[in-house]
């Protein structure tokens, strides 16, 4: 029996992975085992099932969170539609440091710790590390 039909057998009988699928197809035509012609019906045979559909839709979803964080680590979180939050909500135990901003029951505080210092205190247990902004 060819790869050809062997594949097309697996893409209907619906047990694989879409990822693998697409994987071994393009490993099949690369190794000359089935044609361009081939590799293309297969691919698109192999996206037309209910799981592959499912599939397709969390690795777009992925895709677009990779995009997101990227955006965000280079700081262009504006350009993805998320605002950058100028004094975000105080965090437990997160390691604050001179110049950080942060909101604390409903008021904004910058950190003032010497520099190189971690705060790890709200301005109520260490108040000397904190300046309320008006």
């Known amino acids: 029996m060819a790869m ?3 594949a097309k057998n697996v893409i209907q009988s619906g047990n694989y992975k879409l990822t693998e699928m697409l994987d071994k197809l393009t490993t099949l035509w690369m190794e ?3 044609d361009k012609e081939q590799r293309d019906e297969l691919t698109q045979m192999a996206k037309q099932s209910p799981d592959a ?3 397709l839709d969390v690795l777009a979803k992925l895709e677009d969170l990779d995009r997101r964080v990227a955006a965000l680590e280079a700081g262009g979180g504006a350009s993805i539609g998320v605002e950058p939050v100028e004094y975000p909500e105080y965090v437990v135990g997160k390691w604050y440091y001179n110049g950080d901003k942060m909101t604390y029951n409903g008021k904004r505080y910058n950190c003032i710790a010497p520099a190189g210092v971690v705060c790890v205190w709200s ?8 300046e309320e902004v008006a």
């Open 4 to 6: 050809y039909d062997i």
């Open 32 to 34: 000359g085992q089935i």
């Open 53 to 55: 559909r499912a599939e």
């Open 123 to 130: 301005p109520d247990e260490y108040a000397p590390y904190w």
